[in-house]
């Protein structure tokens, strides 16, 4: 006797709590990928920006491609869910162990080939140092990690010769030229208007002399000896992001199962009213 032999017709395996609650879980997270959508367009279209030179370390763009993402899988869940559809729930159960292995994958090899990681931030650092002026949202993104950390370019602070309005040669006309932005500044806790001028011409000075202006460690070496300090809290935020994940495969799974075993007893008893004496 099969399993859904037992079963009057009114039986449902569907269990409304599974149901529901992937349904409102997936509700959250589609509103934040709209939220992050919104974030992302407002932020282009404020800035007037048509060109795509820097659309790698774009911000606004990152925004976009995070809240898209979330916004296909976060509907397949909520759609799914509530019409019961199979093919739905599994393209959301797919791409949910996709994106949860990449992650893992992604932390095992950052960690395996630490040297190689660096060298890739060193390069994304160098490459927004580049376009410091070309992006307002870069910029602030750049002056506040170089604030919180105490820091200055990448590797130190004559990184910011990388930048053709900060570059040191002779033939720069900019009125920045040898220049740090003001970020980079020693800043009194009782200073209560800031000199954006600051850091002029302090790629001229040696480390000794600029370091009583400037910060002059770059930010790189201060943003790995902040993980190396705070390996716990990363941890906890990394099992905050992998929970919900898998909470969402779990429920998937559970409901694609709960509708496969409900489509298995409507067959059964459709068979049964066609052929009574099977």
């Given at each position: 006797m099969s399993r859904t032999s037992k079963y009057d017709e009114d039986h449902s395996f569907v269990s409304p709590v599974v149901k529901y609650l992937l349904f409102f879980f997936n509700v959250i997270f589609w509103i934040i990928a709209l939220v992050l959508i919104s974030i992302g367009v407002y932020s282009r279209i404020v800035k007037h920006e048509t060109a795509l030179a820097c659309l790698t370390i774009d911000p606004a763009l990152l925004l976009m491609i995070v809240g898209i993402m979330m916004f296909f899988i976060t509907f397949c869940g909520c759609v799914g869910s509530l019409r019961e559809n199979i093919c739905l729930l599994q393209t959301f159960c797919i791409c949910l162990t996709i994106i949860f292995l990449l992650q893992l994958v992604a932390g095992v090899l950052g960690f395996v080939f630490s040297?190689?990681?660096?060298?890739?931030?060193?390069?994304m650092v160098n490459s927004a140092i580049k376009h410091y002026r070309d992006d307002l949202d870069l910029q602030n993104l750049i002056d506040y990690g170089q604030k919180q950390f105490n820091c200055c370019g990448g590797i130190s602070y004559m990184d910011w010769s990388q930048n053709m309005y900060f570059n040191c040669s002779k033939e720069n006309p900019s009125k920045e030229r040898c220049s740090v932005p003001y970020s980079c500044c020693l800043l009194a806790k009782d200073e209560g208007i800031i000199n954006?001028?600051?850091?002029?011409?302090?790629?001229?000075?040696?480390y000794q002399e600029a370091g009583a202006f400037i910060n002059t460690n770059g930010c790189?070496?201060?943003?790995?000896?902040?993980?190396?300090?705070?390996?716990?809290?990363?941890?906890?935020?990394?099992?905050?992001?992998?929970?919900?994940?898998?909470?969402?495969?779990?429920?998937?799974?559970i409901l694609i199962n709960q509708i496969q075993d409900q489509i298995k007893l409507q067959n059964y008893n459709l068979q049964h009213r066609s052929d009574p004496w099977s």
């Open positions: 040297d190689r990681a660096r060298g890739k931030v060193t390069d954006t001028m600051c850091g002029q011409g302090m790629q001229g000075f040696n790189i070496d201060k943003v790995v000896n902040w993980i190396h300090s705070n390996l716990f809290l990363l941890g906890g935020i990394a099992l905050g992001l992998a929970i919900p994940q898998l909470v969402g495969i779990l429920l998937s799974q």
